[in-house]
């Protein structure tokens, strides 16, 4: 039995060889691990944003918590005064009280503000993971088309023709609607063994 594996194996061998196949399946057997390796490159990097987004929020929440806060009751004081005036010893202190308010305001919201730009410097990953998946699904599409080409050349030319109308189509992303793709794994199997496969 081994013996015979053996010679099955030389045999695909020799005839990817000749086929010419070798060489791209060499590409794929390369690009697999690189795209697996950017692959966690884009989850890496899109962990890394959204802790750093998530950060910055958990930052200026209390900042924004504090300047409503502060300015709901200074308004509440102002509008009891303005209801009934305080004697000038409690207005001198209400007054003092919402200038150090107001000083306050411009360094909280800066603070805010820098937190802001932190959140959309850490959106800074979409560029950069966009042109790793945009490589990726290169690679992907490569392989799939080259093990299409493969199938197709080598299953029965009656065969032929009903595969190429449904093979070549590629994923369908808008499945609504449409009785004429496949949507799950069971259905390419199917489709796989209706052909012979």
Partial sequence: MLMRIG???????????????????????????????????????????????????????PIQDRLEADANALDQRWAKWFDQPLELE???????????????????????????????????????TGQVIKKIMDVVQEIEKHLLQTLLENMPPEKRKEAEDSLLNGPQIKKEGRSDIVADQGQVDDLLASLGF
């Fill in 7 to 61: 010679q099955l194996t030389r045999m695909l061998r020799d005839n990817l060889r000749e086929l010419g196949l070798d060489k791209q399946l060499e590409q794929a057997a390369t690009a697999i691990p690189d795209a697996r390796d950017r692959l966690n490159y884009v989850a890496t990097m899109t962990e890394q944003a959204a802790v750093r987004a998530l950060t910055a929020i958990e930052l200026a929440k």
């Fill in 90 to 128: 409690d207005a001198r202190q209400l007054v003092t009280e919402t200038r150090t308010y107001l000083r306050r305001v411009p360094d909280d919201t800066r603070a805010t503000n820098n937190h802001l730009m932190e959140i959309m410097m850490a959106q800074d990953f979409q560029d950069l």
